[in-house]
């Protein structure tokens, strides 16, 4: 009979991601509910004392010349073979660039359903998953019951809480080597070209500012990037931005970019258009800077400032470096 929930964590030179650490908290309060484990299923090294203070009471670390780098297939398989032979109830991800690429495949493989990007878990008639995850870019909220085991569902970053279990685990660390068909893994990365990036993840970033349309060109996202770094957050970016290439597409929130929930979501610029309000509408706070009054984001926004970008952004980046003096 199905036990346990399974959590498959990412992490990067053997830094477990923070979405996986929420991922992993989500899925210890699962089992608690149920009386089951919680098993980590982590590809390559990771701390496994920090995992345990997030609930792991097993972490499964699969080794692979194959997983040396992220396969969609080779992680797909390793998954599904994990899945199998521990017969778990539950499988958890992050909503992450990853888990939404492959976890659907998991989901396809042992042919059950997948709730993704949800920002609510719980356990309906003693023993069923049910989800709540945002539909319709956002103007509705669906709830899932899933019946098929393994039930799998993947969360929206930032909304789920990483908090260290009581009592902290201390796991039990198994290796495996998952049976992969070189044949079968018919996509590799040959090369990483790292491009420069953030301090902060963008999906990750408890503070994001974004920019639009408003910034009137490429030259003016410097100004955008102060503020954010003067908060210690993130840079975001509308569509409008991106596709004018004024920014890489790495900074787009929204529907066709990266959903976001940070704490709080600073909109520059930005009209509010319903595909940008889909990636950011989950923000505990947002603040909005736009010349027009009768700008959409205004009706979402928790705080409006109606003015001139280019003179509120750097009087506010100004006041706030006074504050951290």
Not at 79 to 102: C, K, N, P, T, W
Not at 205 to 212: E, F, P, R
Request: with cysteine; net charge positive; hydrophobic share 45%.
């Amino acid at each position: 009979m199905p036990s346990g929930v399974a959590v498959f964590i990412e992490s990067r030179q053997g830094a477990v991601k923070k979405t996986s650490l929420e991922a992993l908290s989500a899925g210890r309060r699962l089992a608690d509910t149920l009386g089951e484990r919680v098993l980590a299923i982590v590809v390559g090294p990771a701390d496994a004392a920090e995992l345990g203070r997030y609930g792991a009471d097993t972490v499964l670390v699969a080794e692979h010349e194959l997983l040396a780098s992220y396969a969609p297939e080779a992680y797909t398989a390793t998954v599904v073979a994990s899945a199998r032979e521990h017969d778990v109830r539950v499988i958890l991800g992050s909503a992450s660039a990853m888990g939404r690429d492959f976890l659907p495949r998991v989901a396809a493989r042992l042919r059950v359903g997948l709730a993704q990007d949800c920002t609510e878990l719980r356990m309906a008639e003693g023993s069923k998953l049910e989800c709540i995850r945002p539909v319709f870019a956002g103007k509705a909220l669906s709830r899932v019951r899933l019946t098929a085991s393994p039930a799998m569902a993947t969360l929206r970053p930032n909304v789920f809480s990483a908090v260290p279990a009581e009592p902290p685990r201390e796991p039990q660390v198994t290796s495996f080597t998952p049976p992969l068909d070189p044949a079968k893994v018919r996509a590799r990365a040959t090369g990483i070209a790292a491009a420069a990036g953030q301090k902060v993840e963008l999906t990750e970033a408890s503070i994001i500012v974004s920019g639009g349309r408003g910034l009137k060109g490429p030259e003016n996202f410097p100004m955008i990037q102060e503020l954010a770094d003067a908060l210690g957050g993130a840079m975001g970016a509308s569509r409008a931005a991106v596709d004018a290439g004024w920014i890489d597409h790495q900074h787009q929130v929204g529907q066709t970019g990266k959903t976001v929930s940070p704490t709080l979501y600073i909109a520059c610029g930005i009209s509010g258009a319903i595909q940008h309000l889909a990636g950011m509408s989950s923000s505990k706070y947002i603040v909005a800077i736009n010349k027009d009054r009768e700008a959409p984001i205004f009706k979402l926004a928790d705080y409006g400032i109606v003015g001139d970008l280019f003179a509120v952004v750097p009087a506010l980046t100004q006041e706030i470096r006074k504050l951290k003096q």
